[in-house]
């Protein structure tokens, strides 16, 4: 009874590993809206952990398999290198996790409380009536997110504080 319970375990976790593929094809639909400064690296970890997924699914079968036709010396060292790659498919997932959450984070939402006459923002607990709870666009975007900045001057701007150069 033990190795019957045995096998039906393991073809349960085949059973949720097949399943975990399928959603997996959700985040690649996200894909599109990875920032291109990580975009290569967070789509790379995402093949190498559907790889593992497909690895598990794989190995799950074959110990299901070893062990139905009891021949568990090779199921028991096929099951120590499912534990094994467990580990990496594990830390890899959170690698993702961290890097998606990490865009997430550097994205800017909501309300921004900015003057209408100077373009300084208000730091969201910042005291309205405290200079130092502002600080230029360019300080704020750079804190919050992986933006830096280059200046330039356009056109109409140009015109007006340089009318002699411009043309």
């Not at 534990?83 to 998606?100: D, N, P, S, Y």
């Amino acid at each position: 009874m033990q190795h019957i319970l045995s096998i039906v375990m393991i073809l349960s976790g085949a059973v949720v590993m097949l399943f975990s593929l399928v959603k997996t094809r959700e985040l690649h639909i996200l894909t599109p809206f990875i920032p291109k400064r990580s975009k290569t690296q967070i789509i790379l970890a995402m093949r190498l952990h559907r790889g593992l997924m497909l690895f598990f699914l794989l190995g799950y079968c074959v110990v299901a398999g070893l062990f139905f036709f009891r021949l568990s010396f090779v199921g028991e060292f096929l099951v120590g290198l499912v534990f094994l790659f467990g580990a990496a498919f594990v830390l890899l997932g959170l690698h993702i996790q961290a890097r998606m959450l990490l865009e997430i984070k550097n994205t800017l939402q909501g309300l921004l409380p900015i003057c209408s006459s100077c373009k300084k923002i208000r730091h969201a607990e910042g005291d309205p009536h405290d200079p130092a709870s502002w600080s230029t666009v360019e300080k704020f975007i750079s804190a919050k997110t992986s933006a830096d900045f280059t200046h330039s001057i356009c056109p109409d701007c140009l015109k007006r504080l340089y009318p002699g150069l411009y043309k």
